[in-house]
């Protein structure tokens, strides 16, 4: 049985199984070229229309150890400027509208992923998923999110992978999502995303701590305890993941940048000697300190090396007739 509902991949609820991708992806992790000709003749086109370096590498590596071809396009560098509202006049900067762009990617490619970015100035913009949902629209072909206004699949699957192999208890790990404070205004997505995946997993104790004024979206977050007191919630966690979200009610601002709110050691005494995770790139000594990522708490360059192996599993699953 698949373990994706459809052929898509863009959020949890594409997961039938989140602990069965999590299972795979440990097996490639031990045997990366055990289904080496399963995506034999295959290609996937790789459409940036935002910068990457994580994604970017790790979804070819994956493709290469399934003997797929990766083609990577910078759209947002190289290609024509897409126009992605129904019935738009397009006199303009905006040159193809997805709708004639995204068939001819259904052409040349298998399989299309995509990474977009929110503009953080519309919420209901940003949340409509305009951008991933037309491409789903009109490519006719299996769409994979590296990325979209408000989730980053690949991401928290890596993360849920990351906690099952490291955690060796017979109980649940408490795990927290920490906010961060950072210099730019960043999206709610990688927190939006982590949240719903640890939520559907049903494996944690789930604990969320930010500033008064930094709630996420509640569809996501809905199984979370949030706690502002982030002393409090560090209470006993077994994993930290910091990461920095700019408002999601009064719609992508910056209400606070107190560095109080940055992890250090001695915060993590009150820890069950905690795991840090964060999803990189990281800014250092304003995000997350220099103390944290350069000790033995630190798990981000582990997180980072097995986005190869969530993208392979669920790769794999599309690939499975
Ligand atoms: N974590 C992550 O998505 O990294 P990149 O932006 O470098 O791909």
């Not at 190289?78 to 001819?104: R, T």
């Amino acid at each position: 049985m698949s373990l994706l509902k459809n052929k898509n991949f863009v959020s949890a609820e594409d997961a039938t199984d989140i602990n069965g991708l999590v299972n795979i992806a440990l097996e490639y992790k031990a045997n990366p070229l055990k289904d080496k000709i399963l995506g034999d003749g295959k290609r996937i086109g790789c459409l940036f229309l935002n910068p990457s370096m994580r994604t970017r590498l790790s979804t070819q590596v994956a493709a290469r150890n399934l003997g797929m071809e990766p083609i990577i396009f910078n759209v947002g560098s190289e290609g024509w400027q897409l126009e992605f509202e129904e019935e738009a006049i397009m006199s303009g900067s905006k040159s193809e509208h997805v709708k004639d762009a995204a068939p001819i990617f259904g052409k040349y490619f298998d399989v299309l992923a995509i990474r977009t970015f929110p503009s953080l100035a519309n919420k209901e913009d940003d949340y409509s998923e305009l951008y991933i949902n037309q491409f789903i629209k009109y490519a006719g072909i299996p769409i994979v999110s590296l990325e979209s206004a408000t989730l980053h699949p690949l991401q928290s699957l890596t993360d849920i992978i990351t906690i099952q192999e490291t955690f060796k208890e017979k109980r649940k790990p408490k795990v927290v999502l920490t906010w961060a404070p950072h210099v730019k205004a960043l999206p709610q997505c990688v927190a939006n995303s982590f949240s719903q995946w640890t939520s559907q997993w049903g494996e944690a104790d789930f604990v969320i701590t930010h500033p008064e004024d930094y709630e996420l979206d509640t569809k996501f977050t809905n199984s979370a305890v949030i706690e502002h007191d982030q002393n409090k919630a560090l209470e006993g966690a077994d994993y930290v993941y910091v990461k920095n979200w700019s408002t999601y009610t009064d719609y992508g601002k910056i209400y606070c940048n107190d560095p109080e709110w940055m992890l250090t050691l001695d915060k993590l005494k009150q820890t069950n000697n905690a795991k840090v995770m964060h999803c990189l790139p990281v800014r250092r000594n304003v995000e997350l300190s220099d103390e944290i990522l350069d000790s033995s708490h630190s798990l981000v360059t582990q997180e980072a090396g097995n986005r190869v192996w969530a993208a392979q599993a669920v790769l794999s699953e599309i690939l499975k007739p």
